[in-house]
C-alpha cells in the first residue's frame, strides 16, 4: 500500500513538473507604463499631503498665530495704559497706585 | 542587443531599452510569480512591481550575477511580499471582518497553465493548493526547481543559498507535501 501511495504521490508530481511558461497578459508593456506615469503623478502631487510638510506648515503656523496674539496683547496693555493716563490729565487728577 | 549593452542603456534611462527589457522578460516573471502565486491577479501585480523596481534601481546593479539572476530575485521578493500582505490581510479579516472585506479570487493557476492536461486540472489545483501552504522557502525552492524546471544551480543562485540547502528544502517540501496529499488520496 505504501509503495502505491510512493508511485501515486511521484505520478502525481508530474503533473506539475517542468510546466511550460505562461504568456503575460495582452498589453502588458502598456499597462506597466500607465502604471508607472500614474505613480509618478501621485507621488508629484502628494508631495503636499506629506505628514512631514502638513507638520512643519501647522507648527509654523501655530507659532506666528501665538507670536502675533502676544505682540497684539502687549501693544493693547500699552494703549490702555496710555489712555488712562491722558484720561487723568485730561480732568486733572493723580494717578496712584 | 547584448545583455551588458542593454544594461548601459537601462542604466542612461532608454525607454526603448526598458521597453525590450520588458518584452523579454515578461513571460517568464509572470510565470514565475503565478507559479508562487497561483492567482492571475496578484501575479500580473507582483509582475509589475518587479519592473517598476528594476527601473528604479538598475544602478544599483552590480552585474555580480546575471540579469535573469537579479530579475528571478526581485519577482521572488515581489512575490513574498504579496504572500505576506495577503496574510496580514486575512489575519486583519478574521478580527475585523466588516472592515476587511476579502477579496474575490480569480482562476487558479492550474486553470491558467497550459502545460497542464484538462484531465488533470483538478488534481494540479489540489496538488498547487497544497504546495501553496508549504513554508515560504520550501515553496520557492520546490516551485523554482520542479514547477519550473530550473536546474539547482540557478535556484541555489537565485535564493542566494547553496545547492546542498535548496536539496534539503527540496527533500522537506516533499515531506510535507506527501504529508499534505495523504488526506485528499484517502478522501
Not at chain 1, 502598456?30 to 506615469?37: I, N, V
Not at chain 1, 502638513?54 to 501655530?62: D, E, G, Q
Request: with cysteine; aromatic share 8%; hydrophobic share 40%.
Amino acid at each position: 500500500m505504501k509503495n502505491l501511495t510512493n508511485e501515486q504521490f511521484g505520478h502525481d508530481l508530474n503533473i506539475i513538473s517542468n510546466l511550460n511558461e505562461v504568456p503575460a497578459p495582452n498589453f502588458f508593456y502598456t499597462r506597466l507604463k500607465g502604471r508607472m506615469e500614474n505613480e509618478t503623478s501621485i507621488i508629484a502631487n502628494s508631495f503636499s499631503l506629506n505628514p512631514i510638510i502638513i507638520i512643519c506648515a501647522l507648527t509654523l503656523f501655530l507659532f506666528i498665530n501665538s507670536w502675533l496674539l502676544k505682540t497684539d496683547s502687549n501693544l493693547k496693555n500699552t494703549n490702555l495704559n496710555q489712555n488712562i493716563e491722558a484720561l487723568a490729565v485730561a480732568y486733572d487728577q493723580a494717578i496712584s497706585n | 542587443m547584448n545583455e551588458n549593452e542593454l544594461i548601459s542603456r537601462l542604466k542612461l534611462g532608454e525607454e526603448p531599452a526598458f521597453k525590450i527589457l520588458v518584452e523579454t522578460y515578461q513571460n517568464r516573471v509572470y510565470s514565475s510569480v503565478l507559479n508562487i502565486l497561483q492567482n492571475a491577479a496578484e501575479a500580473e501585480d507582483a509582475a509589475q512591481e518587479t519592473f517598476i523596481k528594476i527601473y528604479e534601481s538598475i544602478n544599483s546593479f552590480k552585474e555580480e550575477s546575471t540579469l535573469a539572476t537579479w530579475i528571478y530575485r526581485i519577482a521572488i521578493r515581489k512575490a513574498l511580499e504579496k504572500i505576506r500582505m495577503k496574510k496580514n490581510r486575512e489575519r486583519l479579516h478574521s478580527i475585523l471582518p466588516w472592515w476587511m472585506p476579502i477579496e474575490e479570487k480569480s482562476l487558479d493557476a492550474a486553470y491558467l497553465n497550459p502545460g497542464i492536461k484538462i484531465e488533470h486540472k483538478e488534481k494540479a489545483t489540489i496538488i498547487l493548493k497544497a504546495i501553496s501552504e508549504l513554508p515560504n522557502n520550501q515553496r520557492i525552492a520546490f516551485t523554482l526547481v520542479r514547477v519550473q524546471g530550473m536546474k539547482h544551480e540557478e535556484a541555489s543562485e537565485i535564493m542566494q543559498i547553496s545547492i546542498k540547502a535548496i536539496e534539503s528544502l527540496l527533500s522537506r517540501a516533499k515531506e510535507n507535501l506527501k504529508k499534505k496529499l495523504k488526506h485528499y488520496y484517502k478522501s
